[in-house]
C-alpha cells in the first residue's frame, strides 16, 4: 500500500474556513479515484467527497457539504486537497483519505482532527 498522512486540520470557529491535505508517498493520485470520508465521535463513518480519476466532472459531494467543500488535486505534488468553508459544528470530525490503487491496494491516512466550535 501507499502512506497517506492527512494534514491542516484544527480548532475553527463556526463559519470559518480549512484546508486539509492528504500526501501520498508515491505518484498515486494522478491514476486513481481518492475519497475522503470523516468520523464524528458516536458516529459511523461517512462519506464526504470523491475525486474520481478521468471523469469529465471528477468531483461529487456527500449532501450536507454541497456547496461548501471542495476536494482537488495537485499531481506534482502527490497532494490531493479538502478546501472547507462556512463550517459548522456538525463538520466536526476526524477526516481520513483512502485510496484503492490496482497494484497497491487500499491506503488509509491516519486521519486529521477537525474541530468546530465558539
Known amino acids: 500500500q501507499v502512506q497517506l498522512v492527512e494534514s491542516g486540520g484544527g480548532l475553527v470557529q463556526p463559519g470559518g474556513s480549512l484546508r486539509l491535505s492528504c500526501l501520498a508517498s508515491?505518484?498515486?493520485?494522478?491514476?486513481?479515484?481518492v475519497v475522503w470520508y470523516r468520523q464524528a465521535p458516536g458516529n459511523p463513518r461517512e462519506w464526504v467527497a470523491t475525486?474520481?480519476?478521468?471523469?469529465?466532472?471528477?468531483?461529487r459531494y456527500a449532501d450536507p457539504v454541497k456547496g461548501r467543500f471542495t476536494i482537488s488535486r495537485d499531481i506534482d505534488r502527490n497532494t490531493v486537497y479538502l478546501f472547507m468553508t462556512n463550517l459548522k459544528r456538525e463538520d466536526t470530525a476526524v477526516y481520513y483519505c483512502?485510496?484503492?490503487?490496482?497494484?497497491?491496494?487500499?491506503?488509509w491516512g491516519q486521519g486529521t482532527q477537525v474541530t468546530v466550535s465558539s
Open positions: 483512502k485510496v484503492n490503487d490496482r497494484r497497491l491496494g487500499v491506503s
Open positions: 508515491a505518484n498515486i493520485f494522478s491514476i486513481n479515484t
Open positions: 475525486f474520481t480519476n478521468g471523469a469529465p466532472t471528477p468531483t
